[in-house]
Structure formats: C-alpha cells, structure tokens
C-alpha cells in the first residue's frame, strides 16, 4: 500500500470515526416514552429494541475504526490480524477498518454463528 492509499484511508476513517462519535452522542435519545395504548407500548419498545441494536453495531464499528486507525499510526493497516497476511486492496476499499482477510473473517463469521468467538474476541480486544 502507497504512502497516498494511507493517507486516503485515514482520511475515510477519521471522518467514520467523527460520524460514529456524533450518532453514539446520541444515544441519550432513547427515552422510555410511556403511552396509555398497549399497542403503541409494544410498538415503543421494539423501536427501542432496535435502536439499541444500531448503537450496539455502531460502538462494535467505532471501535473497529479506531483500531484501523491505530493500526496506520503503527503501521500495521492493511495486514491481517489473525494470520498476518496482506488484506486484499478490494477488501480494504470496501471497509477498511476490517481487521481480517476475507479468510480470516469468514472464520470469524463461522466462529460466532457456533458461538465459539474466544480466539477471535481475543484477537479483536488485541487488535483495538
Ligand atoms: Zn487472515
């Protein structure tokens, strides 16, 4: 990766992470509105329920970002986490605070849908 596809990346990145912090600032905005219709009640908290998903996704992605961006200062952007192999510059246009090669994060994926997350959790509190 050229001294300029860094410099562009961080760019990408630091505006993410300015985005992430705004929303997450935010958060404040899920009240408890209490209604007198059982119906809007039921309605209320799945809304609830699903804002509290997106900030849970959002801090997940901040913290991602954060961690990319510790990796440019490191230099350490662009290599895999796990086997240390180089993250393809496709993968890396399309969200470069990945972590992980495509390989890796299919493992990854695999991992957490058997609920075996252990290495990777691991892995990701090292690499943020
Ligand atoms: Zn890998």
Redesign the pocket.
Known sequence: MTKTDIAKYKQILEERQAELVGVLRNRDAITIEKSPDALDEVQNAAERELAIRNLDRESNLLRNVRAALRRIDDGSFGV??????E?SSKRIAAVPWTP??I???EQADRAQEEGNTETFDELLVNAA
């Open positions: 895999c986490a796990h086997c240390e192999e993250i992980f090669c390989d890796c994060q």
